[in-house]
């Protein structure tokens, strides 16, 4: 296991233990990789979990995703010891492969209308990026409304506290990974940027909500640290091990 | 029905028999609309095709498809006859809830590696349009093979005629709408690019069989046809209706 610490150029293959566990080739501050973590969690199914600097890749990562990106899981029980890439990918195959809980409704048309709902949610991701990564503003702060709209007027028709229920379930779980990191945008812009409080009621209970639920709590970085990471990947040298301090490590379910 | 004209601004709502069958919104060259055809006509589901004219949308279409894209599915017999959108999760949704013949591997994994490649063909996609839409050849041919060469390698590697074994499967018809209109090149290019016979071998002979299923041919072209569109579409000015004639309507299964 690399401890938290992103392997890079150089790093040779992470000594982990022969105990059939599923391995997942992360970077803590991906979203794409938030994902696959907040699934393995709400699960309860145990894996080992692999940092990848990804500016300063190490040589042997496309051994497990030829494409050189995360989230890739390794699944070493299977026969020939694939892995899987492309994080929806992986989260579906978990979810058919670990049913307990079900995460995906069991109706095919009720997934496939979850599905493109986590489709339309990269019309948040893209500018709401835009004002992470490039600082720009005006313009995508209306777009990430217009986009979070569906998402409020989704949960007032559902009348439940999650999309998936009474509990998250694989849509709440798909769009958690940039609700998380919207937390960032106080420390990124100042006091320019709140969410109103009336167009976006329900979804604002359901942040809250999220907040409390065991898989999210497990993967959870808080709003100051997430913008602090930012920064450093504004400044083109993201600080991936910035956490990798005894004192400061993330809570490790 | 649209009698395969297709719909406009201003055009009314086509009036469809009240027969239960499903709805398709698509557009005759589009190539993600193409997939949704080929999986309904291999799981032999009716279903009425409305065409539309991308460039001058009916005003009514967003009722079916919110960004106004195609293909767009309605199902006018579920409860509160909801549509869906995005090609890939209409054709995983017609798989679980018609699932004779099934197309996707039952296995979740091998059902995940079908996914992974499915995504991985979008190399090819990228490319291809590059050279179909602007003219852009010399690197762009090279990204296309390079892309191909993974799907003739796993070809190869499965040992079987099509991807799903000795039938196509899913991933063999999401990949077929550009594996057709790949036929388009020698029309555009004249000869200046041919497809290695050695390098494809496995490829080629799967196109050649592809050719002869039955879904396949309720809904292909030749390779002339796609061009003649093509070039329709370079100029700004997409003829959507040229196969609009009674003595070159396309074959309608």
Redesign the interface.
């Known amino acids: 296991m690399s401890g938290g610490k992103h392997l890079a150029t150089g790093s040779p293959k992470p000594e982990i233990p022969n105990d059939g566990k599923l391995r997942l080739y992360s970077m803590r501050f991906c979203p794409y990789a938030h994902r696959v973590h907040l699934v393995l969690d709400a699960k309860k199914i145990p894996y080992h979990s692999i940092f990848i600097n990804l500016n300063d890749k190490p040589e042997w990562l496309t051994e497990y995703s030829?494409l050189g990106k995360v989230p890739a899981l390794h699944?070493v029980k299977?026969e020939g010891k694939?892995a899987?890439?492309?994080s929806l990918?992986?989260a579906?195959?978990l979810d058919?492969?670990y049913p307990e809980p079900k995460l995906f409704p069991s109706d095919?048309?009720k997934?496939?209308?979850d599905?493109?709902l986590i489709?339309?949610f990269n019309a948040v991701i893209g500018p709401m990026y835009k004002i992470f990564v490039n600082n720009e503003v005006p313009g995508a702060i209306t777009d990430v409304s217009t986009g979070l709209d569906i998402f409020e007027k989704e949960l007032r028709a559902r009348g439940t506290p999650f999309f998936g229920g009474d509990k998250p379930g694989m849509l709440d779980y798909m769009i958690w990974p940039w609700c998380e990191r919207s937390a960032m945008l106080k420390y990124l812009l100042g006091d320019k940027y709140e969410m109103d409080k009336e167009r976006f009621e329900k979804l604002l209970k359901w942040r809250d909500l999220m907040g409390e639920d065991e898989a999210v709590k497990c993967f959870y970085l808080d709003g100051e640290t997430h913008a602090k990471f930012m920064k450093t990947r504004r400044e083109g040298k993201p600080n991936y091990d910035m956490l990798v301090n005894p004192s400061k490590r993330q809570r490790i379910c």
Do not use: D, F, S, W
């Open positions: 030829p699944l299977e694939p899987l890439i492309e990918v992986i579906e195959y058919e492969r095919p048309l997934k496939a209308q599905k493109i489709e339309r």
